[in-house]
């Protein structure tokens, strides 16, 4: 690395928040004096939406803008704080990575499974029920948990563990795993290769990684063995009920109206957050070494510039996260299927598609190169988008899955035109409103319960974890709203919850 100053941007403000200049309805700018390039940063929302940004994640944001070697920041309307920059955010840079804008979730994704049962065979609360037992005999939740908690998960050997966090969802891999090849086709990156492009650069780093103690052979073992799990937290898998709206699309898409689809929230589990976590000390302690200040004086905003062997170092454990989530959660669906069919013997069920929310992507942005990273937002290629070419999506925008929550629904659109003014992207859904404390502070756990029971939504809980209860998160409605009225994105179909699964273990917090 080298020896970079840093200073703290001074901001254009009226008050205690930053000015925001209105360009649209649900379109705003804030503009960081000295900030490099003097592109201001775009804000999606309504008024609404943006009057509710907590004062912590504008400072985030405006702290990452004014950050070395990034030109291009856009936050999103689920925005709130996170760690050095904001969830809900985009940071566009040519020449440098950030570990902060992808998260210790390294590869947070959604996945989509069409199923051909029709809703009415739902109906049922014994039918759902028996379903949720027989998903969850097979996909532990929480953090922590491995394939070795439940009884029918699927089994496999350490090497193919190996192998899957080397080379992502390839032919090999799929079938050692019991995994539908042709599902690699749906996702937004079947695999990930190492900082030069190769699965050589990956091995090696995985056995540095064990020689320098970062993950003890037991403790490797033991991580690998989460895939096939969700993790605790915010992740979740949920049975639906599809409602079409756009049929053209949804049609290309493989959505089926009226029919069952079962929505995936997970990420790399243990390996990642180990992974991400380790380069964030050792990044901060290189800053300290080199006496270089962190942008915005936020330890958690640390960087490398590429072609450094820190950057080299970072772009590799995010390919191994990265791969790690994609094979999680193919092999996740492929338990789904095998659940449902073991419930309702003859389904047939197909990957509508699997989408990152946590990740650094290199892309082409006003015509240049860059690394877009995405924390909490997700990709969004219109039709006709370059990098579509040669993909089933290819004229008509890929999907794009936000969830909001099981009492409002969640939805599938797909990008339009107007995406290019946010570099591509949209949120990753509805953001929450209230920390997780907060939420056990104030919201009431028998209402919850009561709520979910009066729409008879089912969940493998005793209680639904009172901190992801839909009302510590943001209006979806309005979320959606500001996505739609920016020109960003449009409705492919609705999604409305007939039953969730989640962590029911309370003592441990968060995703990983």
């Not at 699309?249 to 029919?259: E, N, T, W």
């Not at 920016?486 to 492919?492: D, P, Q």
Request: glycine share 10%.
């Amino acid at each position: 690395m080298t020896n970079e100053v840093v200073t703290k941007m001074e901001v254009v403000e009226t008050s205690e928040r930053p000015y925001m200049k209105e360009i649209g309805e649900a379109e705003a700018e804030i503009y960081v004096k000295g900030a490099p390039g003097g592109t201001p940063i775009t804000v999606i929302g309504t008024k609404a939406i943006r009057d509710g940004f907590d004062a912590t994640a504008l400072q985030q944001a405006i702290n990452t803008r004014s950050a070395p070697g990034v030109s291009r920041v856009v936050l999103n309307p689920d925005a709130h704080a996170g760690f050095g920059a904001p969830i809900g955010c985009v940071l566009v840079s040519p020449d440098h990575i950030y570990p902060g804008p992808v998260g210790v979730d390294i590869k947070c994704s959604m996945s989509l499974l069409q199923l051909d049962v029709p809703v009415g065979e739902l109906a049922s609360r014994t039918v759902r029920r028996a379903l949720i037992d027989a998903i969850c005999e097979r996909t532990p939740t929480g953090a922590g948990k491995g394939t070795r908690s439940v009884p029918k998960a699927r089994s496999f050997s350490f090497e193919t563990a190996r192998r899957a966090v080397i080379e992502g969802a390839t032919r090999s891999v799929c079938d050692e795993f019991g995994i539908p090849t042709h599902w690699a086709e749906r996702c937004e990156d079947a695999f990930h290769r190492g900082h030069d492009e190769s699965t050589a650069a990956l091995e090696s780093r995985l056995d540095r990684l064990v020689r320098d103690g970062v993950f003890s052979p037991a403790s490797l073992r033991e991580k690998l063995q989460q895939i096939g799990s969700y993790g605790g937290g915010n992740h979740f898998g949920e049975c639906n009920a599809v409602e079409v709206v756009d049929a053209a699309r949804a049609k290309a898409f493989g959505l089926r109206d009226g029919h069952a689809a079962f929505l995936s929230h997970c990420g790399s589990r243990g390996f990642g957050n180990l992974l991400a976590v380790n380069q964030f000390k050792v990044l901060q302690a290189q800053f300290s070494k080199w006496a270089i200040p962190f942008p915005g004086d936020d330890r958690e905003l640390v960087y490398a510039p590429l072609g450094s062997t820190e950057a080299n170092n970072y772009l590799d454990d995010m390919a191994m996260g990265g791969n790690f989530a994609t094979v999680n959660h193919l092999l996740i669906n492929a338990l789904v299927l095998e659940a449902f069919q073991q419930v309702l013997p003859g389904t047939k069920g197909e990957l509508v598609y699997f989408i990152s929310h946590n990740i650094a992507r290199r892309e082409v942005i006003d015509g240049r190169p860059v690394w877009v990273h995405r924390k909490g937002a997700t990709r969004a290629y219109p039709a006709g988008h370059a990098s579509l070419a040669g993909t089933v999506f290819a004229e008509t925008g890929h999907p794009i899955l936000l969830p909001g929550n099981p009492r409002d629904g969640s939805v599938v659109m797909v990008a339009e035109a107007g995406a290019r003014k946010s570099c591509y992207s949209v949120n990753h859904g509805a953001g929450r409103a209230m920390g997780r404390r907060h939420a056990m502070r104030t919201l009431d756990q028998k209402a919850v319960d009561r709520e979910f029971a009066d729409l008879d939504i089912l969940a493998n809980t005793r209680q639904y974890p009172i901190d992801e209860a839909p009302d510590a998160y943001k209006d979806f409605k309005e979320v959606l709203r500001s996505v739609e009225l920016a020109g960003l994105a449009s409705r492919v179909a609705n999604l409305k919850a007939r039953f969730v699964i989640k962590d029911g273990d309370q003592s441990l917090k968060g995703a990983a």
